[in-house]
């Protein structure tokens, strides 16, 4: 085997135990996955999985890593970024958050960030680092187009972009959650139509229909 091949087959190798990992611990949780239960959705043996890995922690650590990219990615490459109204944006972003949850027919498979936070926050302060970051970073990202949203179309208006975007996070995470504990995705479409309607009081427009989160863009108005 030549060396291109055998790094080729090291990175097939060790990308198979990751999505593993994804998949299993954001079902099941850390402490429920066992490094067998790895090895056996990767089809890797116990001996390759620690050539590549110390321990579960260790895998765990590199799952959120590649959890987290892998939701940078799919936001970076959203419809919604080409949009040149921050307003349009918005709701671009929800709508497109709101498919991706509901497009599935089985009961969402949960965050793996969120699934963490829940689990290890007051034992494993690595992980919440971890999770903390990740929650914030997308905040602050919904932030940017609130706070322009905001001075274009509503200045006046009594709300704080970071707060709203914060509500939002919770919101997101607590859909995922319920929608777990009910066994149905209905709730996460019926909490993003919610605060699609919450947005739209805040900016003026008018209720946003209960089957689509954007509301005609005719509709923008200034405050």
């Given at each position: ?86 307003l349009d944006r918005i709701y671009?972003r929800l709508n497109f958050i ?49 706070a322009a949203a905001k001075a ?72």
């Amino acid at each position: 085997m030549t060396n291109k091949a055998a790094t080729a087959e090291s990175s097939d190798t060790k990308r198979k135990l990751l999505d593993a990992s994804v998949k299993l611990m954001r079902s099941k949780g850390f402490n429920a996955t066992t490094v067998d239960d790895i090895c056996g959705v990767a089809g890797v043996t116990k001996g390759g999985f620690f050539h590549y890995f110390q321990s579960k922690q260790d895998i765990a650590k590199a799952a959120v890593d590649r959890f987290r990219e892998a939701r940078r990615l799919a936001f970076e490459q959203a419809p919604f970024r080409k949009l040149a109204d921050p307003l349009d944006r918005i709701y671009g972003r929800l709508n497109f958050i709101k498919k991706e949850l509901l497009e599935s027919v089985q009961v969402t498979g949960g965050c793996l960030v969120g699934m963490f936070a829940q689990e290890m926050a007051f034992t494993n302060p690595e992980l919440r680092a971890a999770c903390q970051d990740s929650f914030l970073h997308l905040a602050q990202d919904f932030e940017k187009d609130l706070a322009a949203a905001k001075a274009h179309y509503a200045p006046k208006a009594d709300f704080d972009p970071k707060g709203l975007a914060i509500l939002f996070v919770a919101t997101y995470q607590g859909s995922v959650l319920m929608a777990k504990t009910t066994d149905n995705n209905t709730v996460i479409g019926e909490n993003f139509d919610q605060f699609g309607r919450l947005l739209a009081a805040l900016f003026s427009q008018s209720a946003t229909p209960t089957t689509s989160i954007v509301p005609p863009i005719a509709n923008h108005s200034l405050n």
